[in-house]
Structures are given as C-alpha cells and as structure tokens.
C-alpha cells in the first residue's frame, strides 16, 4: 500500500497483465462503508446503472449528492464531451467512448474518497482522455484519488505516475500466461484480394448519410489504420466489408471484379470485435477456436493448435470463456478471428485491456499475416499499437475518408 | 418545468386503465367496441407516435388469439348459432384490453420515473419496475451485436429464414452469459454506489400536463364507463 499512497490526486498504475493490478483495485475499494470508495471496472456498460431510461435521468441521479462546484465541473465536462445533443438518449445507446465518458464522470460526482479506475479509458483516443485526465490531476476532485491501471502509460505525459509491481510474482490466477514468440509458420495459400470502394455511400434512414462517395483502394499485403471520431462510420464500413449491411451494386469490387460481400457474410473479411462477449459462444476455448474452422475444407487442426500455442492458452483450452478475465476472453475472440483464412481482418481495438508485451507479439504476428497476403484494418486508439507497426493512416471524417 | 406534448400524467393513466376496461367489460355490442377503437385507442396510439409498437402487437398478439377463436369455433363448437357473435365479441374485447394496457404502459421514456414515482413505487420495487422497462433496449442491442459477430464470422452462410431461425439457440448462450455477468457486476456498483439512497434523495423534474390531451383521455374513459354501466343495466 505505502508503494502507492502518495499526495496526488492521480495515481497510474502500470504493471504487466496478470499482475494483481485488478485485485489490488478492488481490495482498495473493499470499505464496510457504501459509496467512500468505487471501483469502475474494463467495460463501462456494466457500471452504467442500467435502470434509467435516457442519460439525463442516468446524470440527474448521480447529481443529487454532488456538491455545486463538482456539479459544474461536471457539467462542464460534460458540455466538452457535446453531450447535450445525447441527453434523451437511452445510455445503452451510446458509443463505447461516451458510455466510459458516462460511467466515469458520474462515478466522480458521488465525490468518493477512492476511484478505482481498471483499463476502463483505454477505450477513449488522447482527444477525449485530456479533458478528464487534466480535471482530475489539477484537483478539481478534490477529495477523490484516482487509482488508474492502464497499459497505455506511455502514451501519457504524466508526473504522478507510480511504478508498481507488487504483485508481479504472486500466484494470483490458476494459470501462468507466457505468450511465446510468434512462430506461425504454416503455410498458407498466399492470395491477395485486393478491395476497391467505388462511390460507396451508405445511411440508415434516408437522407441521412454516413458515408458518402467514398472511393478507395485497399491493397492486401498492408496494415491499415482506421481512425475517426465517435460515429464517423468506422464500425460502418467494417460491416459493410464483412457483409453485414448491404450496399448498392457496383460499389465494392475485389481485384477488380464486383464482389457482393453481403450474399457471403464473413468470407471476405474476420471481424474481431471491442467486446470479446459479444463474440464468444462455445462452452470452451477449444471449441471456439475450431468452430468456424469445421465449415472451411481444409485441414485446421494445425492452425487451430497453432493459435492456442501462441495465444498462450494451451492451459486453458477447455476452460469457458465466461470464467476468464476480461484480458484473456479479448485474446481468445482475437485468437478465435485470426485463425480463420480470410483475405482480410478488421480488428476493433485488439489491445484493450493488454500489456505491451501483448501488443508486441500482436504487431509480429499481424506483420507475418500480411507477408502471407493478407489486409489488416485495425480501429485502435493505442499508439503503442498504431506507432509501432508499419500501417497506412485512414482518416474517417465528414462521411469521406482522406490519407 | 418541462413541457411536453405527450405527457400523460399518472393518475389519469390508471384511470383511464380501470374505466377503460371497466366498460369494455360492461359492453357487449360490437360496434361499441368497434367504435370505441377508432375513436379514442387508435387517435391516442397515433398522437403518442406508437402505432408501430401497435401494429406489432396485433399482428404477433391479437391475430394468432382471432385464429385460435375461429379454429376452435369451427372445430369444437362446429359452427353452432351465435358463434361468429362469440368468436368476434371476445376477439373485439381482447383487442381493446390489451390496447388499454399498452397504451398505459406505453410511457416515454422521459416520463418513466416521474409515472413511477407518482405511482407510489419506492426503493426496491422502483428499481425492478424500471429496470424491467429498460432492460430491452440492452438485451435487443446485445442481441444484435451477437448476430452481427455470428455473420462476420462466415458462420451464417445464407440469408435464408431457416438459417436465421437456427441462430435463436447459439444467440442465447452469450446473451444469457453477458446479462449474468452485466447483472453481477452492475449489482455490486449498485451496492457500492448506494443507489437506494440516490434514488431516495433524487428530486425529479416536474412536469407540465399538456391540458389537451389529458382532458380527452380522462373524459374519453370516463363516458365509456358510463357507457358501459348503462348499456349493462338497460340490456
């Protein structure tokens, strides 16, 4: 404890996954007195109160005990996250950015004494992490501290950051996860498909468009990185290449030659998504990972235990997702994408919740993956992970997308 | 003080549940109830912007109930003298208490705490009626977003509605597993947050009753309970 205690508002706790970070948050919390002490966990979804139908009535409640110069901060906050035009909006409703931005600000309105903060704002980009970071470390809150774990740290210019390790060689879970170095080596049939956007354009209800005459070349064989604002369209056109959403003829062609991606959902392009629960549905690892294999022709068992054995999961492999942490269940829904033989994969931020030396392993293996002909687009907000591996920056703005 | 069009205020709401089906009970003429209908329910569905929720209901509701009625006229009672009249009377009744019932339960969501609170529910109770009222948002969208992880992942490989059918029993193990564990966690930070208390103390916005509306709805109910009690009494 004396590691951390410190006169700061904001402490950051760095440290590797599987570390004892997440415990060590919690048995802070842990107060025979309700409502001192708080701890807001990975997804912000699940610390949203869920009973109350729009995100007024969601800050209205948290209001009552806030005194007034933390009311205003907040509200101020608020105004900068341009949540006025969100108000009547179910909270469910609202990206995974402003549902963090929801959940964390009405956790400081009840003014604890301690907030524990588990790798919740890896979900926001530098743009929106600033407000709220700065309105924390200058003590706007001050009778809260702030107990931060995050793997993003240096992506943070931060003086109140405090190393801790204390749980480092502790035995704290049932398994020791060591992710060995990439050795994917087996062959693939190398082919590259290249995607053609000609005129894309694409809206939900009419003459609301989202994406508008978009034309682009995306060339396997290369890493892209999809950047834009919350609602930009980015998890649009990710399901239009996957096919989920159904465009007009003769927008999307494959080395030139029209491809109806919505008539063979998923064959064009694995999509991995931010939450691994949505996307998890065996009742083991094993099977997760082998389930989409059975339905291609050939041989998977190789892939399948190559992707165990460099996900580190051979250990686990017929454990049920819903019994790991949140960290591990990311790796097995990326684990379980990847391992599917697809021309492409759009990866919705992959390193959520992980350590650098996850995020490394993954920029080696998405690096072997393109030498094989295959087109990666991430959506990511880590810099760790768009900084240090060589991609093309796509910028989604203004329903267009510039270099 | 908020205004809006479509508040309905509380009280009048359950006045015009208990007249409303009060009467419809009372009434045993179809074009009564017919007319009933056309002229207060179905105005009231398109003035709070619900037919839609409305139309559902009758299709996926009322109709399988109509066709049970004539299936079990035709079959049981064989076509007997005055089963028509019976098939259509309870059809007729049935239509216009479910509507009553949707149309109380029908609340905007802006309104929902202010009804629930002017209704008496506190603590626990307020918690579990709201929760049950907005829960489906959450479960409809995590339902979707299963879906769409299924179609992306080439396990759904026709658009066929055989194929969707299939996808009911392996959507339903991740829905129940996130709801379990969104469930788990979001109790305990209710339990850390104390949200009785914030609830407790929580002062809602009040409300302007849109005079309009509310006078309709409460004399509308209030002439068909007396409708009814007359037509009862002189038949």
Same mark, same amino acid.
């Given at each position: 404890?004396?590691?951390?205690?410190?006169?700061?508002?904001?402490?950051?706790?760095?440290?590797?996954?599987?570390?004892?970070?997440?415990?060590?948050?919690?048995?802070?919390?842990?107060?025979?007195?309700?409502?001192?002490?708080?701890?807001?966990?990975?997804?912000?979804?699940?610390? *949203?109160?869920?009973?109350?139908?729009?995100?007024?009535?969601?800050?209205?409640?948290?209001?009552?005990?806030?005194?007034?110069?933390?009311?205003?901060? /907040?509200?101020?906050?608020?105004?900068?996250?341009?949540?006025?035009?969100?108000?009547?909006?179910?909270?469910?409703?609202?990206? #995974?950015?402003?549902?963090?931005?929801? =959940?964390?600000?009405?956790?400081?309105?009840?003014?604890?004494?301690?907030?524990?903060?588990?790798?919740?704002?890896?979900?926001?980009?530098?743009?929106?992490?600033?407000?709220?970071?700065?309105?924390?470390?200058?003590?706007?809150?001050?009778?809260?501290?702030?107990?931060? =774990?995050?793997?993003?740290?240096?992506?943070?210019?931060?003086?109140?950051?405090?190393?801790?390790?204390?749980?480092?060689?502790?035995?704290?879970?049932?398994?020791?996860?060591?992710?060995?170095?990439?050795?994917?080596?087996?062959?693939?049939?190398?082919?590259?498909?290249?995607?053609?956007?000609?005129?894309?354009?694409?809206?939900?209800?009419?003459?609301?468009?989202?994406?508008?005459? /978009?034309?682009?070349?995306?060339?396997?064989?290369?890493?892209?990185?999809?950047?834009?604002?919350?609602?930009?369209?980015?998890?649009?056109?990710?399901?239009?290449?996957?096919?989920?959403?159904?465009?007009?003829?003769?927008? %999307?062609?494959?080395?030139?030659?029209?491809?109806?991606?919505?008539?063979?959902?998923?064959?064009?392009?694995?999509?991995?998504?931010?939450?691994?629960?949505?996307?998890?549905?065996?009742?083991?690892?094993?099977?997760?990972?082998?389930?989409?294999?059975?339905?291609?022709?050939?041989?998977?068992?190789?892939?399948?235990?190559?992707?165990?054995?460099?996900?580190?999961?051979?250990? /686990?492999?017929? =454990?049920?997702?819903?019994?790991?942490?949140?960290?591990?269940?990311?790796?097995?829904?990326?684990?379980?994408?990847?391992?599917?033989?697809?021309?492409?994969?759009?990866?919705?931020?992959?390193?959520?919740?992980?350590?650098?030396?996850?995020?490394?392993?993954?920029?080696?293996?998405?690096?072997?993956?393109?030498?094989?002909?295959?087109?990666?687009?991430?959506?990511?907000?880590?810099?760790?992970?768009?900084?240090?591996?060589?991609?093309?920056?796509?910028?989604?703005?203004?329903?267009?997308?510039?270099? | 003080?908020?205004?809006?069009?479509?508040?309905?205020?509380?009280?009048?709401?359950?006045?015009?549940?208990?007249?409303?089906?009060?009467?419809?009970?009372? *009434?045993?003429?179809?074009?009564? %109830?017919?007319?009933?209908?056309?002229?207060?329910?179905?105005?009231?569905?398109?003035?709070?912007?619900?037919?839609?929720?409305?139309?559902?209901?009758?299709?996926?509701?009322?109709?399988?109930?109509?066709?049970?009625?004539?299936?079990?006229? *035709? %079959?049981?009672?064989?076509?007997?003298?005055?089963?028509?009249?019976?098939?259509?009377?309870?059809?007729?009744?049935?239509?216009?208490?479910?509507?009553?019932?949707?149309?109380?339960?029908?609340?905007?969501?802006?309104?929902?705490?202010?009804?629930?609170?002017?209704?008496?529910?506190?603590?626990?109770?307020?918690?579990?009626?709201? #929760?049950?009222?907005?829960?489906?948002?959450? *479960?409809?969208?995590?339902?979707?977003?299963?879906?769409?992880?299924?179609?992306?992942?080439?396990?759904?490989?026709?658009?066929?509605?055989?194929?969707?059918?299939?996808?009911?029993?392996?959507?339903?193990?991740?829905?129940?597993?996130?709801?379990?564990?969104?469930?788990?966690?979001?109790?305990?930070?209710?339990?850390?947050?104390?949200?009785?208390?914030?609830?407790?103390?929580?002062?809602?916005?009040?409300?302007?009753?849109?005079?309009?509306?509310?006078?309709?709805?409460?004399?509308?109910?209030?002439?068909?309970?007396?409708?009814?009690?007359?037509?009862?009494?002189?038949?």
């Amino acid at each position: 404890m004396s590691d951390v205690d410190s006169a700061s508002f904001l402490t950051v706790l760095p440290g590797k996954n599987f570390s004892g970070r997440s415990r060590y948050l919690k048995s802070l919390v842990a107060s025979e007195k309700r409502d001192e002490n708080l701890y807001l966990g990975e997804l912000a979804t699940h610390y *949203i109160s869920g009973i109350f139908p729009t995100v007024k009535e969601e800050i209205n409640l948290h209001l009552s005990k806030a005194d007034k110069n933390t009311t205003e901060i /907040i509200k101020h906050l608020f105004s900068i996250y341009g949540f006025e035009k969100h108000l009547n909006k179910n909270p469910f409703l609202l990206s #995974g950015g402003e549902q963090t931005i929801l =959940a964390l600000l009405c956790h400081l309105l009840l003014q604890p004494d301690v907030l524990a903060v588990d790798t919740t704002l890896e979900q926001l980009n530098e743009e929106w992490r600033i407000p709220v970071w700065n309105a924390i470390q200058k003590g706007d809150f001050p009778q809260t501290k702030v107990f931060l =774990a995050d793997n993003r740290l240096n992506e943070y210019k931060s003086d109140c950051i405090k190393n801790f390790s204390a749980f480092e060689n502790n035995e704290i879970f049932k398994w020791k996860f060591n992710l060995p170095v990439v050795n994917d080596s087996i062959e693939y049939e190398k082919v590259s498909q290249d995607i053609q956007l000609n005129n894309l354009s694409f809206s939900y209800q009419k003459n609301e468009k989202i994406l508008e005459n /978009i034309c682009l070349k995306l060339e396997s064989n290369n890493i892209y990185h999809l950047e834009g604002a919350n609602g930009a369209g980015k998890s649009t056109l990710a399901k239009i290449l996957c096919g989920i959403l159904k465009i007009n003829k003769q927008q %999307l062609f494959i080395n030139g030659k029209e491809f109806d991606a919505y008539k063979y959902p998923g064959q064009l392009a694995g999509y991995s998504f931010q939450n691994p629960d949505e996307q998890l549905f065996s009742s083991g690892i094993e099977k997760e990972i082998l389930y989409p294999l059975k339905k291609e022709p050939a041989d998977y068992t190789q892939r399948r235990e190559n992707y165990i054995q460099m996900f580190g999961l051979q250990d /686990i492999r017929n =454990a049920h997702p819903s019994e790991l942490p949140f960290v591990m269940r990311k790796r097995v829904a990326l684990a379980a994408t990847l391992a599917m033989d697809r021309p492409w994969y759009i990866l919705d931020e992959p390193t959520l919740g992980q350590d650098d030396n996850f995020v490394f392993f993954l920029i080696g293996l998405l690096n072997n993956l393109t030498k094989r002909g295959k087109g990666i687009i991430i959506i990511s907000h880590s810099c760790t992970l768009t900084n240090n591996i060589k991609c093309k920056k796509l910028f989604l703005q203004n329903k267009k997308i510039t270099f | 003080m908020e205004t809006n069009n479509l508040y309905i205020n509380p009280y009048i709401r359950v006045l015009f549940a208990v007249f409303g089906i009060a009467g419809t009970l009372l *009434i045993n003429r179809i074009s009564l %109830l017919i007319c009933f209908y056309l002229v207060v329910i179905l105005p009231l569905f398109i003035c709070g912007q619900q037919v839609k929720k409305h139309i559902q209901l009758m299709l996926f509701g009322m109709l399988p109930v109509f066709l049970s009625f004539v299936l079990l006229y *035709i %079959l049981v009672l064989k076509g007997n003298e005055g089963g028509w009249n019976f098939v259509f009377m309870r059809t007729s009744k049935l239509i216009l208490i479910t509507s009553i019932i949707q149309l109380t339960l029908l609340i905007p969501a802006p309104f929902l705490i202010h009804t629930f609170q002017q209704w008496r529910l506190k603590e626990e109770s307020l918690i579990t009626v709201l #929760g049950s009222f907005t829960v489906w948002t959450d *479960i409809r969208f995590r339902a979707q977003q299963i879906l769409t992880a299924r179609f992306s992942r080439g396990f759904i490989r026709k658009r066929t509605f055989t194929e969707k059918i299939k996808q009911f029993p392996p959507i339903l193990i991740p829905l129940v597993i996130g709801i379990l564990r969104t469930s788990t966690e979001r109790a305990e930070s209710w339990e850390s947050k104390n949200i009785l208390h914030l609830i407790e103390i929580n002062q809602t916005e009040k409300i302007k009753t849109p005079l309009l509306l509310n006078v309709f709805v409460c004399l509308s109910a209030s002439i068909w309970m007396i409708t009814g009690v007359l037509v009862f009494f002189i038949t």
